[in-house]
Protein backbone atom coordinates (compact mmCIF):
# COMPACT_ATOMS: atom_id res chain seq x y z
CA UNK A 1 0.00 0.00 0.00
CA UNK A 2 1.17 3.02 -0.71
CA UNK A 3 1.78 5.38 2.58
CA UNK A 4 0.46 8.77 2.88
CA UNK A 5 2.71 11.05 5.34
CA UNK A 6 1.96 14.75 6.36
CA UNK A 7 3.59 17.62 8.05
CA UNK A 8 2.61 19.41 10.46
CA UNK A 9 -0.26 17.35 12.03
CA UNK A 10 -1.21 20.81 13.38
CA UNK A 11 -1.07 24.03 12.40
CA UNK A 12 -2.14 27.61 13.69
CA UNK A 13 -1.39 30.18 11.77
CA UNK A 14 -2.92 34.13 11.97
CA UNK A 15 -5.60 35.88 9.45
CA UNK A 16 -3.76 36.92 6.53
CA UNK A 17 -1.07 35.07 7.02
CA UNK A 18 0.32 32.12 4.42
CA UNK A 19 -0.18 28.48 5.39
CA UNK A 20 1.24 25.09 3.96
CA UNK A 21 0.89 21.85 4.45
CA UNK A 22 3.37 18.97 3.27
CA UNK A 23 2.37 15.25 1.99
CA UNK A 24 4.71 12.60 1.08
CA UNK A 25 4.07 9.49 -0.36
CA UNK A 26 6.01 6.13 -0.37
CA UNK A 27 6.12 5.64 -4.17
CA UNK A 28 5.67 8.38 -6.93
CA UNK A 29 1.99 9.57 -7.53
CA UNK A 30 3.01 9.92 -11.38
CA UNK A 31 0.71 7.86 -13.71
CA UNK A 32 2.10 6.71 -17.18
CA UNK A 33 -0.64 8.89 -18.52
CA UNK A 34 1.07 11.81 -17.17
CA UNK A 35 -1.50 12.62 -14.91
CA UNK A 36 -0.14 12.95 -10.91
CA UNK A 37 -3.14 11.10 -8.78
CA UNK A 38 -2.88 13.50 -5.56
CA UNK A 39 -5.67 15.09 -4.01
CA UNK A 40 -5.95 17.65 -1.11
CA UNK A 41 -9.35 17.33 0.52
CA UNK A 42 -10.43 19.98 3.53
CA UNK A 43 -13.09 18.61 6.49
CA UNK A 44 -14.84 20.85 7.79
CA UNK A 45 -16.15 20.52 11.66
CA UNK A 46 -19.65 18.12 10.84
CA UNK A 47 -18.86 18.25 7.23
CA UNK A 48 -18.15 15.56 4.66
CA UNK A 49 -14.60 16.38 3.12
CA UNK A 50 -14.45 18.27 0.33
CA UNK A 51 -12.07 18.80 -2.75
CA UNK A 52 -9.41 21.61 -3.19
CA UNK A 53 -7.21 20.15 -4.99
CA UNK A 54 -7.33 17.38 -7.80
CA UNK A 55 -4.57 16.02 -9.33
CA UNK A 56 -1.69 17.55 -7.91
CA UNK A 57 -2.64 21.05 -8.96
CA UNK A 58 -6.00 21.97 -10.32
CA UNK A 59 -8.26 24.11 -8.14
CA UNK A 60 -11.44 22.26 -7.81
CA UNK A 61 -14.62 24.57 -8.77
CA UNK A 62 -15.15 27.27 -6.18
CA UNK A 63 -12.40 26.94 -4.44
CA UNK A 64 -10.51 30.37 -3.74
CA UNK A 65 -7.64 31.22 -5.90
CA UNK A 66 -5.60 31.93 -2.27
CA UNK A 67 -5.17 28.03 -2.71
CA UNK A 68 -2.62 26.01 -4.74
CA UNK A 69 -1.00 22.49 -4.80
CA UNK A 70 2.70 21.74 -6.18
CA UNK A 71 5.05 19.21 -6.08
CA UNK A 72 5.63 15.80 -7.99
CA UNK A 73 6.92 12.73 -7.65
CA UNK A 74 6.52 11.86 -4.01
CA UNK A 75 6.69 15.34 -2.25
CA UNK A 76 3.59 17.38 -2.25
CA UNK A 77 2.62 20.95 -1.29
CA UNK A 78 -0.79 22.64 -0.40
CA UNK A 79 -0.74 26.34 0.20
CA UNK A 80 -2.99 28.84 1.49
CA UNK A 81 -1.44 32.46 0.51
CA UNK A 82 -3.81 34.14 3.02
CA UNK A 83 -5.64 32.11 5.19
CA UNK A 84 -9.19 33.38 6.04
CA UNK A 85 -11.38 31.77 9.19
CA UNK A 86 -13.27 29.81 7.06
CA UNK A 87 -10.29 27.63 5.88
CA UNK A 88 -10.29 26.16 9.40
CA UNK A 89 -10.29 22.08 9.77
CA UNK A 90 -8.96 19.26 8.43
CA UNK A 91 -7.01 18.80 5.61
CA UNK A 92 -6.11 15.48 3.94
CA UNK A 93 -4.15 14.65 1.59
CA UNK A 94 -4.89 11.35 -0.88
CA UNK A 95 -3.66 9.13 -3.55
CA UNK A 96 -5.83 7.17 -6.14
CA UNK A 97 -2.95 5.83 -8.09
CA UNK A 98 -3.08 2.64 -7.35
CA UNK A 99 -5.57 0.63 -4.48
CA UNK A 100 -6.33 0.72 -1.96
CA UNK A 101 -5.97 4.15 -2.36
CA UNK A 102 -4.94 6.26 1.32
CA UNK A 103 -4.58 9.04 2.95
CA UNK A 104 -2.54 11.35 4.73
CA UNK A 105 -3.11 11.32 8.77
CA UNK A 106 -4.95 14.91 8.33
CA UNK A 107 -3.50 18.64 9.39
CA UNK A 108 -5.63 20.47 11.96
CA UNK A 109 -5.33 24.12 10.31
CA UNK A 110 -7.26 26.38 13.13
CA UNK A 111 -6.90 30.35 13.43
CA UNK A 112 -4.58 31.80 16.25
CA UNK B 1 -25.53 19.55 -9.69
CA UNK B 2 -23.81 16.60 -8.27
CA UNK B 3 -26.01 15.08 -5.02
CA UNK B 4 -24.68 12.08 -3.67
CA UNK B 5 -27.18 10.55 -0.66
CA UNK B 6 -26.43 8.16 1.14
CA UNK B 7 -29.07 5.96 3.56
CA UNK B 8 -29.55 2.71 5.28
CA UNK B 9 -27.36 3.55 8.77
CA UNK B 10 -28.20 1.97 11.66
CA UNK B 11 -27.22 0.51 15.43
CA UNK B 12 -26.33 -3.53 14.58
CA UNK B 13 -25.04 -5.76 16.61
CA UNK B 14 -21.60 -7.72 15.97
CA UNK B 15 -22.08 -10.60 13.35
CA UNK B 16 -25.18 -9.15 12.23
CA UNK B 17 -25.55 -7.20 8.66
CA UNK B 18 -26.43 -3.94 6.98
CA UNK B 19 -27.00 -2.65 3.52
CA UNK B 20 -26.50 0.72 2.68
CA UNK B 21 -28.05 2.83 -0.34
CA UNK B 22 -26.54 5.77 -2.07
CA UNK B 23 -28.86 7.65 -4.50
CA UNK B 24 -26.77 9.63 -7.58
CA UNK B 25 -27.91 12.69 -9.56
CA UNK B 26 -26.68 15.73 -11.21
CA UNK B 27 -24.16 13.69 -13.02
CA UNK B 28 -24.07 10.70 -15.82
CA UNK B 29 -24.22 7.42 -12.84
CA UNK B 30 -23.57 4.80 -15.39
CA UNK B 31 -20.03 6.25 -16.64
CA UNK B 32 -18.85 6.67 -13.27
CA UNK B 33 -16.34 4.49 -11.16
CA UNK B 34 -18.44 4.71 -7.68
CA UNK B 35 -16.31 4.16 -3.74
CA UNK B 36 -17.06 3.69 -0.71
CA UNK B 37 -15.06 5.22 2.06
CA UNK B 38 -15.13 5.48 5.76
CA UNK B 39 -14.66 7.48 8.78
CA UNK B 40 -14.34 6.31 11.90
CA UNK B 41 -15.11 8.82 15.45
CA UNK B 42 -12.59 11.04 15.08
CA UNK B 43 -10.12 9.30 12.66
CA UNK B 44 -9.25 10.26 9.18
CA UNK B 45 -11.08 8.56 6.18
CA UNK B 46 -10.32 5.32 5.02
CA UNK B 47 -11.00 3.56 1.95
CA UNK B 48 -13.48 1.21 1.78
CA UNK B 49 -13.71 0.08 -1.93
CA UNK B 50 -14.47 0.85 -5.58
CA UNK B 51 -16.92 -0.64 -8.15
CA UNK B 52 -16.23 0.45 -11.89
CA UNK B 53 -18.60 1.34 -14.41
CA UNK B 54 -19.85 -1.36 -16.26
CA UNK B 55 -18.55 -0.22 -19.67
CA UNK B 56 -15.42 -0.74 -17.73
CA UNK B 57 -15.81 -3.79 -16.53
CA UNK B 58 -18.12 -3.46 -13.39
CA UNK B 59 -15.43 -4.86 -11.67
CA UNK B 60 -14.62 -4.32 -7.41
CA UNK B 61 -12.18 -3.87 -5.20
CA UNK B 62 -11.92 -3.60 -1.67
CA UNK B 63 -9.43 -2.69 1.53
CA UNK B 64 -7.55 -5.71 3.44
CA UNK B 65 -10.09 -4.75 6.62
CA UNK B 66 -13.31 -5.83 4.56
CA UNK B 67 -12.44 -7.72 1.98
CA UNK B 68 -14.59 -11.08 2.00
CA UNK B 69 -17.07 -9.29 4.35
CA UNK B 70 -18.41 -6.26 2.60
CA UNK B 71 -20.03 -6.59 -1.15
CA UNK B 72 -20.54 -3.25 -3.34
CA UNK B 73 -23.00 -3.19 -6.75
CA UNK B 74 -24.76 -1.09 -8.36
CA UNK B 75 -28.26 -0.12 -10.09
CA UNK B 76 -27.61 2.01 -12.90
CA UNK B 77 -31.60 2.00 -14.04
CA UNK B 78 -31.94 3.71 -10.97
CA UNK B 79 -28.53 5.59 -9.94
CA UNK B 80 -28.28 3.71 -6.77
CA UNK B 81 -24.96 2.44 -5.71
CA UNK B 82 -25.16 -0.47 -2.40
CA UNK B 83 -22.86 -1.62 0.27
CA UNK B 84 -23.74 -5.20 1.55
CA UNK B 85 -22.38 -5.06 4.84
CA UNK B 86 -22.15 -8.73 6.61
CA UNK B 87 -20.21 -10.44 9.90
CA UNK B 88 -20.10 -6.85 11.18
CA UNK B 89 -17.45 -5.80 13.75
CA UNK B 90 -16.77 -3.40 16.14
CA UNK B 91 -14.47 -1.65 14.54
CA UNK B 92 -16.42 -0.81 11.38
CA UNK B 93 -18.23 1.56 13.47
CA UNK B 94 -17.63 4.67 11.38
CA UNK B 95 -19.88 7.08 9.03
CA UNK B 96 -19.61 5.65 5.68
CA UNK B 97 -20.00 7.91 2.51
CA UNK B 98 -20.79 7.56 -1.30
CA UNK B 99 -17.78 9.27 -3.01
CA UNK B 100 -16.52 9.71 -6.60
CA UNK B 101 -12.71 9.79 -5.66
CA UNK B 102 -11.80 8.35 -8.25
CA UNK B 103 -12.64 9.26 -12.30
CA UNK B 104 -15.21 11.45 -13.30
CA UNK B 105 -17.02 14.18 -11.62
CA UNK B 106 -13.85 13.49 -9.38
CA UNK B 107 -14.04 14.51 -5.45
CA UNK B 108 -17.38 14.19 -4.37
CA UNK B 109 -19.02 12.99 -1.24
CA UNK B 110 -22.52 12.32 0.28
CA UNK B 111 -23.18 13.41 3.89
CA UNK B 112 -22.49 10.31 4.90
CA UNK B 113 -24.55 7.60 7.21
CA UNK B 114 -23.60 6.67 10.36
CA UNK B 115 -23.00 2.81 11.44
CA UNK B 116 -22.69 1.81 14.95
CA UNK B 117 -21.88 -2.02 15.51
CA UNK B 118 -22.51 -2.58 19.33
CA UNK B 119 -24.46 -5.25 21.36
Known amino acids: DIVMTQSPLSLPVNPGEPASISCRSS???????????LDWYLQKTGQSPQIVIS???NRASGVPDRFSGSGSGTDFTLKISRVEAEDVGVYYC?????????FGQGTRLEIK | EVQLVESGGDLVKPGGSLRLSCAASGFIFSNAWMSWVRQAPGKGPEWVGRIKSKSDGGTTDYGAPVKGRFSISRDDSKNALYLQMNSLKSEDTAVYYC??????????WGQGTLVTVSS
Open chain 1, 27 to 37: QSLLHSNGYTY
Open chain 1, 55 to 57: LGF
Open chain 1, 94 to 102: MQALQIPIT
Open chain 2, 99 to 108: STVIGKPRGY
